[in-house]
Nanobody, 120 residues
Framework: QVQLVESGGGLVQPGGSLRVSCAAS????????MSWYRQAPGKERELVAAITSAGISTYYADSVKGRFTISRDNAKNTVYLQMNSLKPEDTAVYYC?????????????WGQGTQVTVSS
């Protein structure tokens, strides 16, 4: 059974830091690109950061570049998002996404989300 379980969300003051984690099971984690998305109330879900299967390349949305860092530990089947210098506009539910795509197959899995609230 495929599972993506996010943890580490919570309430943090503006300027603070938070690290969210996503523990994967039920599939070959090291074959999948991993991403973090977020969805704020009344807004569409947006891609925040992504990392390739071996962790060689990363991508960041302009809104978080220089403040957020995505990383993964394939030995622990876990992907992380370190968030620094948090702003109120970073408030959202953060979702973990796993994707494997080749010429024949396209698999995507989602976690249940973890709430991050940035407020004083």
């Amino acid at each position: 059974q495929v599972q993506l379980v996010e943890s580490g969300g919570g309430l943090v003051q503006p300027g603070g830091s938070l690290r969210v984690s996503c523990a994967a099971s039920g599939f070959t984690f090291s074959n999948y690109a991993m991403s973090w998305y977020r969805q704020a109330p009344g807004k569409e879900r947006e891609l925040v950061a992504a990392i390739t299967s071996a962790g060689i390349s990363t991508y960041y949305a302009d809104s978080v570049k220089g403040r957020f860092t995505i990383s993964r530990d394939n030995a622990k089947n876990t992907v992380y998002l370190q968030m620094n210098s948090l702003k109120p506009e970073d408030t959202a539910v953060y979702y973990c996404n796993a994707r494997y795509k080749d010429y024949k197959w396209d698999y995507t899995y989602w976690g249940q989300g973890t709430q991050v609230t940035v407020s004083s």
